[in-house]
Antibody, heavy 120, light 111 residues
């Protein structure tokens, strides 16, 4: 049974760095074709892909946000961490982690999401 | 970046009737491996999205056969036959040909 759960601060001040953690179970990120992504959704808006890490520890970033994002994985803990620097109110959103099986399923399992508000 | 455009953005439907959502990509979604990486997701209010259709026309595990996907190249369609109350929410198309981008979403409501 695949499960994912996001955790992190609910409130972040402008200019601060956001750190989010995705704890997952039911698969290993070191298994061939397994990937984990971060996707966000501002209130009432569409989904936006942010970053992805794959089974070979290759990392991919949204072209519009790549200077602010870092994704990392810890296969021993079944955990993936996303950091986003220089937060601003437009970054207020629900942040999801989701699994991808390369070549087959894109985002077949999702966490419940972590709601993050950026405000002073 | 590949831009995904959905129509309509709002779709009122009658229970038991069919519904259709279109999605157009700014570039062909055919990958060099021969696959076309177009998926459809459904999001109910307050819930995370869930995968319905992958690679244009393949239903994900547990998805009712009332849902079907079709299309090729840059034009794709999601059909819902015999709409049920649980089908309300927002439907997104998503491409995975080059990075990942989503359509704006189509909100489906019961008339």
């Amino acid at each position: 049974q695949v499960t994912l759960r996001e955790s992190g601060p609910a409130l972040v001040r402008p200019t601060q760095t956001l750190t989010l953690t995705c704890d997952f179970s039911g698969f290993s990120l070191s298994t061939s074709q397994m990937c984990l992504a971060w996707i966000r959704q501002p209130p009432g808006q569409a989904l936006e892909w942010l970053a992805l890490i794959d089974w070979e520890d290759d990392k991919f970033y949204s072209s519009s946000l790549m200077t602010r994002l870092t994704i990392s994985g810890d296969t021993s803990k079944n955990q993936v961490v996303l950091t986003m620097t220089d937060m601003s109110p437009v970054d207020t959103a629900t942040y999801y982690c989701a699994r991808r099986v390369a070549g087959t399923f894109d985002f077949d399992y999702w966490g419940q999401g972590a709601r993050v508000t950026v405000s002073s | 970046d590949i831009v995904m455009t959905q129509t309509p953005l709002y779709l009122p439907v009658t229970l038991g009737q069919s519904a259709s959502i279109s999605c157009r990509s700014s570039r062909s979604l055919v990958h060099k491996d021969g696959n076309t990486y177009l998926s459809w997701l459904h999001q109910r209010p307050g819930q995370p999205p869930r995968l319905l259709i992958y690679k244009v026309s393949n239903r994900f595990s547990g998805v009712p056969d009332r849902f079907s996907g079709s299309g090729a190249g840059t034009d794709f369609t999601l059909e819902i036959s015999r709409v049920e109350a649980e089908d309300v929410g927002v439907y997104y198309c998503m491409q995975a040909r080059q990075s990942w981008t989503f359509g704006q979403g189509t909100k489906v409501e019961i008339k």
